[in-house]
C-alpha cells in the first residue's frame, strides 16, 4: 500500500502503514531531513497552525496598543478576551495587570507552568513594519507580542487536551518584565499559590531577532541569561572657574578616569570564563564650559553570569571608586541595586524541549546555544522555585534597507509566520511532561 501523504503549511510528512493506530509514525520531509512524527503529534502541530491566524490578529492588536510596566490594562483585557469560553481558572492580578490562568486536568498529577511576559519598551517604532504602534514612544521591540500570543494559543490546544492531562497547566501572562520586576510582583502576589506544591516543571519562550537564524530555537543547561544591576554613581567635588582648576576640586577628570578603571579592573580581577561586564550607560555633568561643576553622575548596568561573581562584583565596583576618590581628592558615591537573577535551567528540561523541536520540525530548527547571553530576564526568580527551560527562538525579519535590526530596537521587525510553531512546542512539551501523549487525547476539537 502506498503511504498516505499529509501535506500541512507546505510541509509534508508520510503515514507509515505497519503499526497500530496509537505507535504509527509519520517522517517528515523537509531541510534534507526525514524525520519520525507520531501521527497524534502530527495532529497538533495541524491543529497549532489552524490557529495561526487568529495569533496573527491578536499579536497583531497587542503590537499595536503596546503598554508599559506593570499596568496593562488593555493587553490584560485582550488576554482574558482571548481566554474566555475554556475550561480555565481564570485569576487577575491585584498588584499588576497579570493573569493567571489553571487548567485542571482529568486525572490527579503534577503541574507545569508555562509563562509570557506582555508588556512592551518606552521606544519609538519607526515605519516599516506589517503593524505599527498607535501609541508614540512606544514598542513592542522585544516580541513580548508574540509570546503572549503563542501562550494563549497553547492555552486553547491544551483545553482542548484536558482528558490527556494527569495534573495541572497554569499559564502565567506576566507584565513589567523590562525593569520593573513583575515576576517579583507575581510572586509577592500569591503566584506560587495558585501553581501549587507540586510545581514539576516550568517552560518559556523568547524570541530573538538578528542574533539567532531565523526559525532556530535554541537554549542550554545552566545559565543561559546574565544576572542584572543598575549602577548609580556620584563622584562629588569642588565646582569653579574652569580657568582656576586648582582652586576647584574637579569631578570631570575623576568621572573619566573611573570609566576607564572600571574596564581595565575587570580584565584584571574578573575570571574570562566566569566573565562580568560593566556598562556605563549616560554621564551628566556641568552647565557651562567655563564651570568646574560641583559633582558629576554616572549610571550604568552590570551583568554577571554566576552567584560568585554576583556576590562579588559590587565591592570590586566600590574598591575601584575609592581608590579613585583617593587619587583625586573627591568624594565617590556608589548606589548598586540588584537586578533579576542569573537565569538558570535544568539540564533535563533543557532536553526534553530539545526533543519536543526536533521530533515537531525536525533536527535543523535547533541549535544548541553556545553561551550565555547578556541580557536579563525575571523569569529567573521563577526558575529559582522551579525547574525549567527558557529556549529562544529566532523570529527576526529584515527591514527595508536589508538589515535585520536586534530586539529593542526601534526599527526591529519580528515574523509571526512563526507563531505556530511556538504553540506546538510549547503544547507538546507539557502534554509529554504530564501524559506522554496517552490515547487519542491529541485530536481533540480545538474550541
Known sequence: MLPQRHRLAGQAWILRSGHSQGDRRQHHEGAGTVMALTEREAVLVAEARALQPELVRLRREIHADPEIGLDLPRTQRRVLDALAGLDLTVVAGRASSSVVAVLTGAAPGPAVVLRADMDALPLAQAPGGETVSATQGVMHACGHDLHTAML?????????RRDAIAGRVVFVFQPGEEGYDGMRVMLEDGLMDLIGPAALATYGLHTVAATVPHGIFTGKADASHASTATLAITVRGRGGHAGFPHAAVDPVPAAAELILALQVRLTRAVDVFDPAIITVGAIHGGTAANVIPDEVSLTGTARVFSPTQADRLPGLIREVCAGVATTYGVAIDVDYRPGYPVVMNDAEEVDRFRDVVTDLFGPSRYQPLAAPIPAGDDYARLMERIPGAFLLLGAGRPAAD??????????????????????????????????????????????
Do not use: K, M, Q
Open 402 to 447: 536589508g538589515v535585520e535590526y536586534a530586539n529593542h530596537s526601534g526599527r526591529a521587525i519580528f515574523d509571526d509566520s512563526l507563531l505556530a510553531d511556538g504553540v506546538a512546542a510549547l503544547t507538546a512539551v507539557t502534554l509529554r511532561r504530564l501524559s506522554g501523549f496517552p490515547g487519542e487525547a491529541l485530536s481533540r476539537e480545538v474550541p
Open 152 to 160: 494563549v494559543g497553547a492555552a486553547r490546544l491544551l483545553a482542548a
